[in-house]
């Protein structure tokens, strides 16, 4: 079974930056989209950024100019460059990886999700 791990996670103050990084434990036929969700209290999740097999990038408004998504060539680590944080950023943020375990099995993982909180 895929899991991902996460880590990155933290305090920090407004206006500061963080790095989120998420591994694959295990190489996969085909991945499709690596990407962050949040979550914050209260809240349903929602899509932060997303890169696809072709490098396309997708992103939430509330993130754009602000948040930079990547991945690593060999598409086992996903990263979440994340600068000039705001309050509105804190959530406990989830790496999700779509794609092929075999040439038949497509299936959408998710990490553990890691806590970001910016304090004002």
């Known amino acids: 079974q895929v899991q991902l791990v996460e880590s990155g996670g933290g305090l920090v103050q407004a206006g500061g930056s963080r790095t989120l990084s998420c591994v694959v434990s295990?190489?996969?036929?085909?991945?499709?989209?690596m990407g962050w969700y949040r979550q914050a209290p209260g809240q349903q999740r929602e899509l932060v950024a997303t890169i696809n097999r072709g490098g396309a990038t997708n992103y939430a408004d509330s993130v754009k100019g602000r948040f930079t998504v990547s991945r690593d060539s060999a598409w086992t680590t996903v990263f979440l460059q994340m600068n000039s944080l705001k309050p509105e950023d804190t959530a406990v943020y989830y790496c999700?990886?779509?794609?092929?375990?075999?040439?038949?099995?497509?299936?959408?993982?998710w990490g553990q999700g890691t806590q970001v909180t910016v304090s004002s």
């Open positions: 999700n990886v779509q794609g092929y375990t075999t040439v038949t099995d497509h299936d959408s993982f």
């Open positions: 295990q190489s996969m036929y085909a991945v499709i989209a």
